[in-house]
């Protein structure tokens, strides 16, 4: 029997698009050539005037929404928003959701092969920016031949990614949906990546991010990793909610093993994720968010970035994002009001932190769905 849902995209297939254009970056490299894999969802229209972009976070992926074969438990990460009768009403639009430059699911980056040397890049690759990313989703856009996106959407990571698509290439998109999001990552939150990037880079299996070529994986540094940062993703009334301080077995050991079924919650975050994800892949994620700062080349003047932007805004934020608060979105909004831009923004309450953005919520739901529902697009 199909778990699949009726409000389902259903069954996808990854597609892959190889370019030969060499790809200039910010940081003065090129990557001469690289795939990009990437799903779609619904139909693109005879106008081409529906297509919407899903920008990634971190963790994430091309796998959006839908199941990749029957019997499959999980839909993509975005499944939420992303369907028939969804916020993303697959009915209307066209959905293209690429996997980044440098992520680990397909798309070219550190484990894939250099055709210079014939081994796995590793640290060679390149650091990529969200200036870079926008640069190949364009290309991605000129191969399908969508000249405009409707909207380019995402949470987090995926939020700057549409900031920067506004910015970046100005009349080439109607809608920016910036969800949990922020103009430039906090003092703070550079630093939470920071210790996540050590603790990659101490494990003795790292091998100056050659562990490929040595058959090991850094799975302790990145275990490490993923368990500071899936702390940050959560608050801590979703923590005290489902676990409080319960045990995992009866009583105390009075050992340094996991007593705590909080401890025992990450720990399992942390392998799981250590057994899916590269780990050169994790700091070059990690890299793209410390670099991101629109406003930098104008003096910190976010306004004076968003004067040449043509886009319609929908941004939200949740109560207990303490990661990515309300306030960076209020930074947002504030900025597109100072420059005359067109600017739509909730905040919801929500207990799950930063993850609230992926988590069913129905006043979140409603009111994305009900903008998305404004966009006009030809039958």
């Not at 003096?299 to 886009?311: M, N, T, Y």
């Amino acid at each position: 029997m199909s778990n699949i849902k009726t409000n389902s995209v259903g069954i996808v297939e990854p597609q892959t698009l190889h370019f030969d254009e060499p790809l200039s970056l910010e940081s003065g490299r090129l990557i001469e050539q690289y795939d990009i894999v990437y799903e779609t969802y619904g139909r693109l229209n005879s106008a081409v005037d529906n297509a919407v972009l899903i920008c990634h976070a971190l963790s994430a992926d091309h796998h959006a929404a839908g199941y990749h074969h029957e019997g499959d438990s999980k839909p993509g990460w975005w499944d939420i928003c992303i369907g028939p009768g969804k916020a993303i009403d697959t009915n209307r639009f066209f959905v293209v959701s690429p996997c980044n430059l440098g992520h680990c699911s397909g798309s070219t980056g550190p484990r894939s092969i250099d055709p210079k040397t014939s081994q796995a890049y590793g640290q060679d690759f390149p650091i990529v920016t969200v200036v870079d990313w926008v640069n190949y989703q364009k290309r991605l856009a000129d191969k399908l031949g969508i000249s405009q996106w409707a909207a380019v959407a995402g949470g987090s990571l995926g939020g700057m990614q549409a900031l920067q698509w506004a910015i970046q290439f100005p009349d080439m998109i109607r809608h920016a949906i910036v969800i949990a999001s922020a103009p430039k990552l906090s003092a703070q939150n550079i630093a939470f990546n920071a210790v996540a990037r050590q603790a990659i880079m101490s494990d003795a299996d790292f091998h100056g991010g050659r562990y490929y070529d040595h058959n090991t994986v850094p799975a302790n540094g990145l275990k490490v990793a993923r368990m500071l940062g899936h702390i940050t993703y959560l608050s801590d009334d979703a923590m005290g909610d489902k676990f409080g301080r319960e045990l995992k077995n009866d009583q105390l050991k009075y050992d340094y093993g996991v007593e705590f079924q909080v401890e025992s919650y990450l720990r399992y975050q942390g392998e799981s994720f250590a057994n899916r994800f590269d780990a050169n892949t994790y700091l070059l994620m990690t890299k793209a968010l410390d670099y991101f700062d629109p406003a930098e080349k104008e003096g910190g003047d976010l306004s004076a970035v968003f004067e040449k932007v043509q886009a319609k805004f929908f941004l939200a934020s949740f109560t207990t994002d303490w990661r990515f608060s309300p306030a960076r979105s209020k930074e947002i909004v504030s900025a597109l009001t100072e420059a005359g831009r067109d600017v739509s923004y909730l905040e919801f309450e929500s207990n799950y932190g930063h993850d609230a953005f992926l988590v069913h919520n129905d006043d979140y739901l409603d009111a994305f769905g009900a903008y998305m529902r404004n966009i006009e697009v030809s039958p």
